[in-house]
């Protein structure tokens, strides 16, 4: 059964800085990974989507990597702002399908 | 383009009542998906069809049932609810290329209470 692990659970940084957020999973054999972003109270936005034979996907100030031998995906957040603070979910797409399988979150506040 | 809509926003029960979760979406997506989500558990998926008439159960089936009669709707239905089943719900929806799913799109979700 797929794991996703996403570190740290939550994180407090200032205005400007770069942060980076991991996730981890168990089973390499992923179809895709997906960064979303979830605000209070409301749904799930997908940030980027890295297919299983691409190594990372920018958007912006998002730049996301993908190590499928290490089960390792990280999203890099370049000069943060308070517009940022969301939590930040991690989905592995396990099969041809749509099944996802979510880690946790990460909490993300950036301070002005 | 409204993409993907769900009904009601919130909603409370009593224990045993049954009630339908609405999810509709315009973007012709082939795939669609349920997930219910919980304090300190994650989005865990419940319920997915990969077309009109193909439903498939996923981690957490027991207590709800499915139905894709159209490619727009996928309604998810609560038997006979318990306390347990309270939860927020969202719906998914995606497209596939070259047999893969892409970009997921997720409803506002529906926020239930049952007593």
């Known amino acids: 059964k797929q794991e996703v692990t996403q570190i740290p659970a939550a994180l407090s940084v200032p205005e400007g800085e770069n942060l980076v957020l991991n996730c981890s999973f168990t089973d390499s054999a992923i179809y895709n990974l997906q960064w979303f972003r979830q605000d209070p109270g409301k749904g799930l936005t997908s940030l980027l989507l890295?297919?299983?034979?691409?190594r990372e996907q920018t958007s912006g100030r998002l730049n996301a990597s993908l190590d499928k031998s290490s089960g390792r995906s990280t999203l890099y957040i370049a000069a943060s702002q308070p517009g940022d603070s969301a939590t930040y979910l991690c989905a592995v797409g396990n099969s041809g399908y749509s099944t996802l399988t979510f880690g946790k979150g990460t909490m993300l506040l950036v301070s002005p | 383009n409204a993409g993907v809509t769900q009904t009601p926003k919130f909603q409370v029960l009593k224990t045993g009542q049954s009630m339908t979760l609405q999810c509709a979406q315009d973007m012709n997506h082939e795939y669609m998906s349920w997930y219910r989500q919980d304090p300190g558990m994650g989005l865990r998926l419940i319920h997915y069809?990969?077309?009109?008439?193909?439903?498939d159960q996923g981690e957490v089936p027991n207590g709800y049932n499915v139905s894709r009669s159209t490619t727009e709707d996928f309604p998810l239905r609560l038997l006979s609810a318990a306390p347990s089943q309270t939860s927020v719900y969202f719906c998914?929806?995606?497209?596939?290329?070259?047999?893969?799913?892409?970009?997921?799109?997720f409803g506002a979700g529906t926020r239930l209470s049952v007593l």
């Open positions: 998914a929806s995606s497209y596939s290329w070259t047999g893969r799913v892409n970009i997921q799109y």
């Open positions: 069809s990969v077309g009109a008439g193909i439903t």
């Open positions: 890295i297919q299983s034979s691409q």
